[in-house]
């Protein structure tokens, strides 16, 4: 499990083959599911938005804090975490190439504007609907996932492209690993 010691790999994981395409997949699955439960939130919050039905309001908001509830957090950590393993685990490494970097950074954002924005302006509308008022503002329920399928999106594409080459740290690491051992001293 541990890479033989050499420059710029001292003290990391290597993970297996088995265990780093097993650790992909959970990754790609949990963070399908976190764009995936962004989009249908995006649908029902234009529903909640746009229609004048009051049955249909609450059902959309009641849906939406449903999945807020339950859903947006346990996908949101696995995808942080899966990814953390699998960039730790692997050449990519966490702060070796831009495009990884950027995305552990947005992800922990996300994370972050999910459990403190996202998730409180569900539950206030959804109080707000069930009490008979109206939406207490429409950017409660469309601005969240909006700004996070916005954020999913690019992390999808730069993860596909894998832009911006090598950090300074990767690139350091890199001449490092290419420069030769010195020689040990003779032993007499």
């Known amino acids: 499990m541990s890479a033989p010691p050499g420059p710029g790999t001292v003290g990391r994981v290597k993970l297996s083959r088995p ?6 997949v959970i990754h790609v699955i949990a963070s399908a599911g976190w764009l995936g439960l962004t989009v249908g939130l995006l649908a029902l919050g234009i529903t909640a938005n746009t229609t004048g039905d009051p049955a249909v309001l609450e059902a959309s908001v009641r849906s939406m804090k449903l999945f807020a509830d339950w859903l947006l957090l346990p996908i949101a950590f696995l995808t942080l975490l899966s990814g953390l393993v ?3 685990g692997t050449p990519w490494g966490l702060a070796r190439h831009r495009w ?6 947005l992800t ?6 999910t459990a403190f924005a996202l998730r409180p302006g569900v539950n206030a509308a959804a109080e707000a609907v069930s009490a ?3 939406l207490p503002d429409g950017g409660d329920v469309l601005m969240g996932p909006v700004v996070s399928l916005t954020a999913y999106v690019f ?3 730069i993860s596909v492209l894998k832009p911006w080459g090598l950090s300074r740290r990767g690139r350091r690491l890199r001449a490092d690993a290419r420069r030769p051992a010195p ?5 007499v």
């Open 100 to 105: 990884v970097w950027t995305k552990f950074w």
């Open 183 to 187: 020689a040990e001293p003779a032993r």
């Open 155 to 157: 992390m999808t594409v």
């Open 132 to 134: 008979g008022n109206a």
């Open 19 to 24: 265990a780093r395409r097993a650790h992909l």
């Open 86 to 88: 699998l960039s730790l």
């Open 108 to 113: 922990l954002a996300t994370v972050t504007a």
